[in-house]
């Protein structure tokens, strides 16, 4: 179980050294009539690793069944950020959190939060494709079996569904039965993907899941966020500017754990009201 910050109490000054940083919510959410609501709520966030502060008291709302772009050079805290939205930090002992982290109204950190549900509502795709050395079907399979799911013919529904929805059933249907790890690694990154929908998450979070691929496999992996967009709410971290640009509706621009600026992403690429990430987009710093 991660720590509090109450229960680190020598600690709590770090999370009070700095203001606390309000971040506007994009104005044009208020003509969003199907989804837009707040999915993620973060007050006065903040993640520490022992007495760093890597994430410094942010408040933001990530919006429902909106793709929101997390930017910023390496070691701001995004990752960290991220992760800690379906608590994959607790894996980390010397991790604690301050502040409100809240996920359709219920706090993620919560003395009663049951991980393994939040993190079947939640999903991850890591930055390297990690399939278990197993079918290509017992992959997919695996998450529904492990919450209870036991009929053979509804876990080949869920198998099919899931690889279609990732865009890789035509390209495997006729060996599900083959090793996950023959893939290619743009297939094995999709098939990660296909994996977490199967267990019918409400948001999908992609920790730089193209920087290990090549520029067609990174397409395909773009593709299928578009056509993910609507159903699932998705949250992703990436280097890479024009990425964001083409498949995000919000940028966050992180900066040395701050959350600097949070905008409609054509607005914050074209008119940054913030000089740090003007500087960041435009290639003065990485």
Request: aromatic fraction near 8%; charge should be neutral.
């Amino acid at each position: 179980m991660q720590m509090t910050a109450e229960a680190k109490g020598s600690n709590q000054s770090a999370s009070n050294s700095g203001a606390s940083r309000e971040i506007f919510l994009p104005p044009d959410r208020e003509r969003v009539k199907d989804g837009g609501t707040p999915h993620v709520s973060a007050k006065n966030y903040s993640v520490f690793y022992g007495d760093f502060e890597a994430v410094k008291k942010i408040n933001a709302d990530i919006l429902s069944k909106y793709v929101t772009a997390i930017i910023g050079p390496s070691g701001c805290g995004k990752s960290t950020y991220l992760r800690s939205i379906n608590r994959m930090n607790d894996l980390i002992p010397s991790c604690y959190t301050s502040g409100s982290l809240m996920f359709d109204g219920e706090d993620v950190y919560g003395k009663y939060t049951d991980e393994v549900q939040l993190r079947r509502k939640i999903g991850m795709v890591f930055q390297k494709p990690n399939p278990f050395p197993k079918s290509i079907f017992d992959n997919i399979a695996y998450g529904p079996r492990l919450h209870g799911v036991k009929d053979k013919k509804v876990l080949q529904e869920i198998v099919e569904k899931s690889l279609m929805k990732s865009a890789l059933w035509d390209e495997v249907k006729d060996r599900l039965d083959k090793n996950a790890l023959g893939l290619s690694g743009g297939q094995q990154q999709r098939l990660c993907v296909a994996r977490t929908l199967a267990v019918e998450p409400e948001i999908l979070l992609l920790d730089e899941p193209t920087s290990a691929l090549d520029p067609k496999s990174t397409a395909k992996i773009e593709d299928l966020i578009e056509e993910l967009r609507g159903s699932y709410t998705i949250a992703i971290v990436t280097h890479n500017m024009q990425q964001a640009s083409r498949v995000s509706d919000y940028t966050m621009f992180f900066y040395e754990g701050d959350l600097v600026e949070y905008a409609p992403t054509k607005q914050l690429f074209t008119n940054p009201r913030d000089q740090v990430t003007e500087d960041y987009i435009t290639g003065r710093f990485s």
